[in-house]
């Protein structure tokens, strides 16, 4: 057993036999040079864990070469002798470097987090805030070593006006953490004591019966999917990607009704939505007469993909009802419709309960004890009332063409 100091000069001397050697280093125990009779030279550390009566054990350091020269390795074999005096095996420790490396690596395991997500709104808005907020700012950083102030700098960055999207992201990302706690990825949420963001004021925002009345007529020329879409949101008082995301096989012209499955709802419970005559009308334009399709999506761009042009949507609606008017309507946005629809009801005298179930909400009288054991549909109660909405609408339509 050769023994001597290990330096380049050392290392340089080596010389291949017939069977592998070894060059033990005189000043740090352990640490030694392997030669193999190829020629391959690779730095070695040999330990026990657990004493003296513990096996002798070896573990490759690496091979000769950058990144590994004498000194580097010398180095790198203090640091697993600290882990050894530590009780950490350094073979586990390897194993612990690899996976922060590739699979805790936040990059690829917020990636993980957002294919586990259920639910088509919220999927997309996952997949959407780990794209814009956290990847930029976190990248690559192991999920372990994800900090507090890793997560103040994510919301840090967003612009001081994105009130509603700061709680968003911060949502996301204590889902995110408490998903890596409940897999054992990491013992301790970096948010954990966070204040969530402030919530923003509720909007009060309602369609006037002239507003809403411009906004139907002005509709159908805008954008191939955008009119229809519009008005299938007033008809029904569904939420935006519900109506956009409709596929022919959820509905039914001969019962009228629109069945959306929990899997394409916001809180992942299933709804089942009367269609008036109004909403009938739209699908019927849609499908280019009575007879529905069997299957596919209702708003197809042309690729075959789902809508998604909301903004170029709206400004375009904006722009015909200013150009008609004169001036603009006062700002609105496509959820104010939904709460145009709640409004309305209360005016028609619309059970609270059944507004609730129109709108699939499950909080108020759906919520809790009471959410459990009262599991009534409402279906006869929900088609009354959207009948009477489209009653109401027609009036508000003043019995025009496009009614």
Same mark, same amino acid.
């Given at each position: 057993m050769a023994t001597g100091k290990i330096t380049k000069k050392s290392i340089d001397a080596l010389e291949p036999s017939s069977s592998s050697q070894l060059l033990w280093d005189t000043d740090l125990k352990g640490f030694g040079a392997k030669i193999t009779p190829a020629g391959s030279i690779?730095?070695?550390?040999?330990?026990?864990?657990?004493?003296?009566?513990?096996?002798?054990?070896?573990?490759?350091?690496g091979a000769h070469g950058s990144p590994w020269t004498p000194t580097t390795a010398r180095v790198e074999a203090e640091r697993l002798?600290?882990?050894?005096a530590q009780g950490i095996d350094p073979v586990d420790d390897d194993k612990q470097r690899r996976r922060e490396a590739v699979d805790l690596a936040f990059d690829n395991y917020a990636s993980h987090f957002a294919r586990s997500c259920k639910g088509v709104g919220w999927a997309r808005l996952v997949e959407r805030v780990i794209r814009l907020y956290l990847e930029p700012v976190i990248g690559k950083k192991p999920l372990p070593?994800?900090?507090?102030?890793?997560?103040?700098?994510?919301?840090?960055?967003?612009?001081?006006?994105?009130?509603?999207n700061r709680r968003n992201v911060f949502a996301v990302m204590r889902r995110l953490f408490r998903w890596a706690v409940s897999r054992g990825d990491i013992e301790r949420s970096p948010m954990e004591g966070m204040e969530a963001p402030p919530p923003v004021r509720p909007r009060d925002r309602w369609l006037q019966d002239d507003e809403l009345r411009h906004i139907w007529e002005a509709a159908p020329e805008c954008y191939l999917c955008f009119g229809p879409i519009v008005r299938l949101l007033i008809a029904t008082g569904q939420r935006r990607e519900e109506v956009s995301g409709i596929h022919w096989q959820e509905v039914d012209r001969k019962d009228r009704f629109w069945t959306l499955p929990g899997s394409r709802t916001k809180n992942n419970e299933p709804n089942a939505i009367p269609l008036n005559d109004l909403a009938v009308a739209e699908l019927d334009r849609q499908a280019g007469g009575a007879n529905w399709p069997k299957?596919?999506?209702?708003?197809?761009?042309? %690729?075959? +993909? !789902?809508?998604? /042009?909301?903004?170029k949507g709206k400004k375009k609606l904006d722009g015909l009802i200013e150009q008609k008017l004169g001036e603009p309507l006062q700002s609105?946005?496509?959820?104010?419709?939904?709460?145009?629809?709640a409004t309305n009801f209360q005016r028609l005298g619309v059970r609270f309960e059944v507004t609730e179930a129109?709108?699939?909400?499950?909080?108020? %009288?759906? +919520? !809790?004890?009471? /959410?459990?054991?009262?599991?009534?549909?409402w279906k006869k109660e929900k088609r009354e009332a959207l009948d009477d909405w489209n009653e109401h609408l027609v009036q508000i339509l003043n019995g025009s063409e496009q009614a």
């Open positions: 690779s730095y070695v550390l040999q330990f026990r864990m657990g004493g003296r009566e513990a096996r002798t054990r070896r573990y490759t350091i002798q600290l882990l050894i070593r994800v900090s507090r102030p890793d997560i103040v700098a994510v919301l840090d960055n967003m612009p001081e006006q994105q009130v509603a299957k596919g999506r209702v708003f197809a761009t042309s %690729s075959g +993909a !789902g809508f998604t /042009g909301y903004a609105w946005r496509l959820h104010d419709l939904r709460r145009t629809l129109v709108l699939n909400h499950v909080s108020g %009288s759906r +919520a !809790g004890v009471a /959410g459990i054991y009262q599991r009534h549909d």
